[in-house]
T-cell receptor, first 114, second 112 residues
């Protein structure tokens, strides 16, 4: 299994809603990532988890709250988002957090904030 | 600024042609480079990678060339097909950064 699975594929939410994005991998990877991607732009790093611990937070607003329940799962909890947060949210994993490791990406969650 | 960049934001080719997508990088300490393909509505898909101890690496219909002298990376796609239409990103392990740094991307459009 070389897949990173993300759910849901699409999400529409209001600015007062609370929702969660989910990500799962069964490749035994110990590093997991959240990226945000605007249309026709490269992915922007948000968070990195290494061995289930948060190792990097790229100054992401607190309305985004990551969680890593175990080595296979990664969640992103969303609360009080703004319309400018509308984007494709990508989960990725790699065997380690070394920078010479390729990232395996999921298909993403297309988020629209109304 | 100091970042991975691409010369051509859009490349249009005919089916069957060979495509070359270019990427310039400015950090001579980078020693790992990777190409991703991203189709509309999907996540980036790994194509091929190369380490700095190599100049060339081949995959199925794809070749990556690394010229460290001029800090240039290219992706060659042989016999381009309509299914190759996508945005292609290069990425490097830029010194001082904890993860891969992505370039701006090139859109490849393949006409039948």
């Amino acid at each position: 299994d070389t897949e990173v699975t993300q759910t849901p594929k699409h999400l529409v939410m209001g600015m007062t809603n609370k929702k969660s994005l989910k990500c799962e991998q069964h490749m035994g990877h110990r590093a997991m990532y959240w990226y945000k991607q605007k249309a026709k732009k490269p992915p922007e790093l948000m968070f990195v988890y290494s061995y289930e611990k948060l190792s990097i937070n790229e100054s992401v607003p607190s309305r985004f709250s990551p969680e890593c329940p175990n080595s296979s799962l990664l969640n992103l909890h969303l609360h009080a988002l703004q319309p400018e947060d509308s984007a494709l949210y990508l989960c990725a994993s790699s065997q380690w957090t070394a920078t010479n490791e390729k990232l395996f990406f999921g298909s993403g969650t297309q988020l629209s904030v109304l | 600024g100091e970042s991975v960049g691409l010369h051509l934001p859009t490349l249009s080719v005919q089916e069957g042609d060979n495509s070359i997508i270019n990427c310039a990088y400015s950090n001579s300490a980078s020693d790992y480079f990777i190409w991703y393909k991203q189709e509309s509505g999907k996540g980036p898909q790994f194509i091929i990678d190369i380490r700095s101890n190599m100049d060339k690496r081949q995959g199925q219909r794809v070749t990556v060339l690394l010229n460290k002298t001029v800090k240039h990376l290219s992706l060659q796609i042989a016999a381009t097909q309509p299914g190759d239409s996508a945005v292609y990103f290069c990425a490097e392990n830029k010194a001082g950064y904890s993860t891969l740094t992505f370039g701006k991307g090139t859109m490849l459009l393949v006409s039948p």
